[in-house]
């Protein structure tokens, strides 16, 4: 099993406006936010009306934010995040040590390879403390730019997988129920 499985879940799109208590009606707008927990290190959805967050709604703990449109109950599951939200999402977590948090952004990192948004450079490594970091660039910079690192944090292939999926289902729009 993995060791991120049961104990590191993320809350899934509820279809109603946490402001308000209105329902998100498919194909709207809404605000979809990513908040840090108190009582541990996951992240908590929480989506918003176009209007209520115009009025000034906001999550306490906001981590990050994006606009999208609250897909019908119906419709085939898929990420409704582009390209710049993942890489404010793998920027944001840049500073954060904590283990959960290093391997998110390092999953991040894997899929924003795939997307080709970043460029592995190379590795670097701390033999004594037993640590390695990647060398990333992102796409459009400057050869002369410092790489970006990211810690690996050995992940096996089913955590990978594991926070994947918890991934994918913080930024999906999908509706339960």
């Known amino acids: 099993m ?5 104990h ?4 899934r799109l509820t279809g109603v406006c946490a402001e308000t208590g209105e329902k998100l009606e498919p194909g709207s707008l809404c605000v979809a936010t990513l908040c840090d927990r108190a009582e541990d ?3 908590d959805r929480k989506d918003y009306s176009m209007t209520a967050w115009e009025q000034g709604a ?8 994006w606009r999208t449109e609250v897909a019908a109950p ?31 952004r390092f999953v991040l990192a894997l899929i924003l390879m795939r997307k080709r948004l970043l460029r592995f450079l190379g590795r670097r490594s701390d033999e004594a403390a037993g640590r390695e970091w990647w060398k990333l660039r992102p796409r459009g ?9 990211v810690l690996d944090p050995r992940l ?5 997988r594991e926070l994947t999926a918890q991934l994918g289902e913080v930024l999906r729009g999908d509706m339960e129920g």
């Open 41 to 43: 290190e996951g992240f």
């Open 58 to 65: 906001r999550p306490e703990r906001l981590f990050s934010f």
């Open 74 to 104: 119906e419709a085939r599951r898929k990420l409704l995040v582009d390209d710049e939200v993942l890489m404010d999402l793998f920027t944001r977590l840049a500073d954060d040590d904590r283990p959960q948090r290093v391997a998110f």
């Open 8 to 11: 590191y879940q993320v809350s």
């Open 141 to 149: 910079a400057a050869p002369e730019d410092p790489p970006l690192e």
């Open 156 to 160: 096996s292939d089913e955590d990978v």
């Open 2 to 6: 993995s060791r991120f499985g049961t």
